[in-house]
């Protein structure tokens, strides 16, 4: 079996995804796919230089973060473009790399990290979608400590999400880690004893 996790910015989506992993499931990172495609000699940084020009490379040849952050975030053509460039092999890479996994291990549950999961219309790809939920104003709340971020600039980056409460209805599973851990590990172990790998 496979899932989708996601969540919302500090709603503790790497808090579950640890749990799952201690319990046996196996995990496919989308955030690590997407590193690893921009690291020299890979395709898509190639095409991503020829598209927005030498100048987002540093000298040894990886990727300038800043420099291509402050062209995309200024312009949404430029943003899609990127998406554009990026998305097709990072979709392409988790499917490999899940298929992989299931076909290896038929019994162990194969847990896909996917932070905008929704927002780029993957629930397809998945049996069942865990959505990690915690209210807006304990996102908040908790951006704004973590990242010691305005109240301003926290509610900013929450906004450029699909709100948590449109997530949470759209999931079929959803884990509650607006309370304490212990909460939140319950309910880790109620799923695996439900999901049937208890």
Do not use: C
């Amino acid at each position: 079996m496979n899932i989708g996790l996601t969540g919302g910015i500090a709603t503790g989506k790497s808090i579950v995804s640890a749990l799952l992993i201690n319990k046996g499931a196996l995990l496919v990172d989308a955030d690590v796919i997407a590193r690893e495609v921009m690291l020299p000699g890979h395709p898509v940084l190639t095409a991503v230089a020829d598209h927005f020009g030498q100048a987002v490379l540093l000298a040894d040849g990886t990727l300038d973060r800043k420099k291509l952050g402050d062209i995309v975030f200024h312009d949404p053509s430029q943003r899609q473009a990127l998406n554009d460039i990026t998305h097709p092999a990072i979709r392409s890479e988790i499917r490999k790399q899940m298929e992989s996994l299931e076909r290896e291990h038929p019994n162990r549950l194969v847990v896909v990290d996917i932070p905008l999961l929704f927002e780029s219309g993957l629930e397809h790809m998945f049996e069942r979608v865990m959505v990690v939920y915690a209210p807006r104003v304990i996102q908040l709340e908790r951006l704004m400590q973590r990242n010691q971020l305005s109240k301003d600039e926290a509610s900013a980056r929450i906004g450029s999400q699909m709100d948590i409460e449109e997530k949470k209805m759209k999931a079929d599973i959803v884990i509650d880690n607006s309370g304490d851990a212990e909460l939140t590990e319950r309910q880790i172990d109620d799923f695996w004893i439900q999901s049937g790998y208890a």
